[in-house]
């Protein structure tokens, strides 16, 4: 089984966020798509995923509704709403902000042990 | 077979309401599975990691639910559910947290709203702080006055103060003259007196600085009592002209609703003070006519400072004095609050005291009980923690409990401490400032409520916030040590503060006994006071009043049934009496008597019949008698006090004396009688001594215009009152009569006494129901939490005796503990209270054995019923649960 990677704090909902933004899912394509995209890398627990779309839905980022699945089954789809749309954005330059000060961090101290 | 077809059927009818999240999660495992048996996985072993990977179910649906916005809303309604329901498994712990609540609450709250009325609330002046009263004070008169002289002089001299203005030195009767005369009470201030009290009238204006002047335009204020109650509140008012005793002025101005003289005086009507310097300079021997002074002080002026400058402008002044009044006059200066607290003040701070200590009382209380329900419910907290439940479920739990408690004991507090203001009110001396207008205040409710409901939260929460170990999920007596300690201090604390509450309010119950039942010196029952006041301004001749009064005294004495009818000009033992300063007297033949020395005495000028209707014995010599009225000699008839001082060792029979300040010159008086002691210097004080004047036929033995007539009468005051009444206004018919039994004027006297000892008992009581509540709950509880230990000393042979004394030797160890450090801490403050007690001592032996025994019985009382409910145990039951 592969090594899972402890999500960073607030990431989950960005994941989310972009997965959803792809295409409505249901919660179960929403880990086996992070699951699939990430390499096998992030594996989200059921226990964190659930709390999150609730959170998200009650924020009213996204939206859910029953639809009948491929294999004729009924299952809750997500979709992102308008503000889910916005704040995906805003999510998405404060990661990038984040992630290029990391990375500009941890390039100092890589050339400083060189 | 039956029961599970049952069962069954129950859960497909009440079986849980699928949700949402159900079906999902029920979806997400589905496929999860699927997707290992596409993967050629064995189903059930599929189905088995399926599950393993997901995790628990249930958490995971809390941990949705937790989402929800309102989510809270609905654990505090759980919680709330679930502590009602222990509060019904457990009443006696409910009743009693309730019930200590609302003791506490109430009593603190309803006494404090009375007491801060008096203590803490500000003056009805902004800024009241700054505004003190200053002036001369004497032995004859503690309240500050100033000479009109010297006041001129002070008002130019002085740097300290941003204004200083004076009054009238009291309100005097007046007339309102109109088509039925009305005796009002008039005063007069300086244009500059409600300026400086930062007060403005609330119809029309001020005096002006040209009306306050000698011969300025006449003028008056009125206050609103009379605008609204005898002008019909009449928008046109500043338009009349009033008659005041047959001058006619203008009505300028009303004064606000509320307003207050800073003597606490009510008047009806002001006129301007109009001072005149040149006067001043000359009336009264050149000292001018006295008044009260107020002033605001600069900002950033102390008292102290201002004392400081004014001192020697008075040392000045005092050189003028006669030498006699030098060395017993002062310069006094003290804030408004000051002057106007001065008797309310010590009752007030000891009523504070009580506040204080029923509040710990009830504090301790709740905390008590909290600890103890805390500790029982150790084993309930560890089984919840178990199954799931964080610790910050568990405090929320308690939290809500505490403040559910709180909030009932709270409210049912507001309601007793409401009813407690009207009594208190209702009960309340007139003499008391501003008790009228108490009323409940909430934020002393609040400060009440928040204290008690501190107590039980903070000791409610001490159970919630240890961490629930394992052991007390095994532990049957699970009962700490330390708190077992900590509770036992509480009630034993509880009991030495009622202790100390009890004593206080046994030595005032007995000071006050002592003062109903002292002998007075005189009868009081069955005579009547009958108070008659002749406008000056048309009885203004001495000959004229003595008329008047002449007259009505014989019509009275010609009334069926009279047997006695004394005139005088006051009446022991309290209000209004002439004083002379001892020293003033001079006794034919002897050394006169150093000035300063002896104090002061009390001077009445009566007729023969005064000693007869009160029933004063005449000890030594003999009384007046109506032929010595027309004769030539000034006779004095002194008290035994009085001979005892004047002449030790002597007969006073016969000799001759100048009474001083009444009569400094002529002929000396002749005494010519001893009277018994009477009690003159109001009900609790050392008596002065007394020297009585006769009061003869001659216009100048009656100046003054206000005498008393005493009637002793066979008949009820009932019946004589309207034929007194007749009397009067067939002499004239426009003066007022005022009469009342003399008793009822005691009665009246002791009504302070009577509310201080009301309200300190029923605090004691209060105090002392709380304790015993304590005491018992405590007793209780601990009893039942040793129902096992108690079943198995049963097994073991122990008789019902032995358990009884057991718990009871195990209470009364708390109850000696705390009667002893309260009776120590009782003695020690007692001395507290020593202005408020009158002929008893701090140290009164009566009072601390007595209250020890009260106490000791009640605990006893609060220790047996529980430990007999707890000898009732049966063993075999006893030991069989758990």
Known sequence: MPQSTDLLQGTLDLLILQTLALAPMHGWGVAQRIQQLSKDVLQIGQGSLYPALYRLEYKGWIRSEWQITENNRRAKYYRLTRTGRKQLVAELAGWDRLSSAIASVLGRAAEASS | MISEILTRLRFLIFRKRRTELDEEIEF????????????????????????????????????????RPAWWIGTVLQDLHYASRGFGRNPLFTITVLLTLALGIGATTGVFSVVDRILFRPLPYPDAGRIVSLGFVHSLERQEFVMGRFYVEWEKEQTFFSAMSAQSTGVHNCDLVENDPMQLSCISFQASFLPLLGISPVVGRNFLPEEDRPKGPPVAMISFGLWKGHYNSDPHILDRTINVNGDSARVVGVLPKDFQF????????????????????????????????????????????????????????????????????????????????????????????????????????????????????????????????????????????????????????????????????????????????????????????????????????ATALQKPGLAAL??????????????????????????????????????????????????????????????????????????????????????PGTRAVGLTDSIPPGGWQSDFRFADVHVQGKPPIPPGSGGTGVGRSVTPDYFRALNIPIVRGRNFADADRTGNEREVIISRLMAARLFPGEDSIGKRLLPGA?????????????????????????????????????????????????????????????????????????????????????????????????????????????????????????????????????????????????????????????????????????????????????????????????????????????????????????????
Not at chain 2, 536 to 550: A, E, G, P
């Open chain 2, 28 to 67: 997400h495992l589905e496929q999860a599975i699927t997707t290992r048996i596409a993967a050629g996985m064995d189903p059930a072993e599929a189905r088995r990691q399926a599950l393993i990977e997901f995790g628990g179910v249930e958490p995971t649906r809390e941990r949705c639910e937790r989402q």
């Open chain 2, 262 to 461: 800073p003597t606490l005086e009510s008047a009806d009507i002001i006129t301007p003070f109009a001072l005149d310097p040149a006067v001043q300079q000359t009336v009264n021997g050149g000292f001018g006519y006295p008044e009260r002074v107020f002033a605001r002080l600069k900002p950033g002026v102390s008292v102290a400072q201002a004392y400081a400058q004014m001192l020697p402008l008075f040392n000045d002044d005092i050189k003028w004095f006669p030498p006699s009044a030098k060395s017993e006059t002062h310069f006094s200066i003290r804030t408004l609050r000051d002057r106007e607290m001065q008797e309310a003040r010590p009752v007030a701070w000891v009523l504070f005291g009580f506040v204080v200590a029923v509040l710990l009382i009830a504090c301790a209380n709740v905390a008590g009980l909290m600890m103890a329900r805390g500790a029982g419910r150790q084993r309930e907290f560890a089984v919840r923690s178990a199954i799931g439940a964080t610790r910050g479920r568990l405090i929320r739990q308690a939290l809500t409990e505490a403040l559910l408690l709180s909030l009932a004991g709270g409210l049912a507090g507001l309601a007793i401490a409401q009813a407690l203001v009207m009594v208190f009110v209702h009960l309340a001396p007139t003499g008391i400032p501003f008790i009228g207008r108490a009323h409940l205040d909430l934020r002393i409710a609040a400060f009440a409520a928040l204290v008690s409901c501190l107590c039980g939260v903070i000791f409610g929460l």
């Open chain 2, 474 to 559: 095994n532990a049957k007596a699970s009962m700490s040590r330390s708190h077992a300690f900590w509770r036992r201090s509480l009630v034993t604390a509880q009991i030495a503060i009622s202790i100390i509450l009890l004593s206080g309010a046994a030595l005032l119950l007995r000071s006050f006994t002592k003062i109903e039942e002292q002998n007075l010196g005189m009868r009081t029952g069955g005579v009547l006071t009958v108070n008659v006041a002749l406008p000056w301004w048309r009885y203004n001749t001495d000959q004229k009043v003595m008329d008047f009064y002449l007259r009505l005294e014989s019509s009275l004495r010609r009334l």
């Open chain 2, 662 to 882: 009444q009569i400094r010159s002529g002929a000396p008086a002749i005494i010519v009688g001893v009277a018994d002691n009477v009690k003159n210097n109001g009900l609790t004080e050392q008596s002065d001594p007394e020297m009585y004047t006769l009061r003869r036929s001659v216009p100048g033995d009656w100046s003054g215009n206000h005498l008393m007539v005493i009637v002793d009468s066979a008949m009820s005051a009932v019946a004589i009152e309207p034929w007194i009444r007749s009397e009067v206004s067939s002499i004239d018919r426009t003066i007022p009569v005022e009469m009342e039994p003399l008793d009822q004027t005691l009665n009246r006297l002791a009504d302070r006494p009577r509310f201080e000892t009301t309200l300190l008992g029923f605090f004691a009581l209060t105090g002392l129901v709380l304790a015993v509540v304590g005491l018992y709950g405590l007793i209780a509880y601990m009893t039942t939490q040793r129902t096992h230990e108690i079943g198995l000393r049963m097994a073991l042979g122990a008789t019902r005796s032995h358990i009884l004394s057991m718990i009871a030797t195990d209470g009364l160890r708390m109850v000696l503990v705390g009667l002893a450090v309260g009776l120590g801490a009782a003695l020690a403050v007692s001395h507290m209270l020593k202005t408020l007690l009158f002929q008893v001592s701090i140290y009164d032996p009566f009072t601390y054995i007595a209250v020890p025994l009260l106490l000791s019985f009640a605990a006893l009382v609060a220790i047996l019923i529980p430990a007999r409910a707890g000898t009732r145990v049966e063993p075999a039951v006893t030991l069989r649960a758990d």
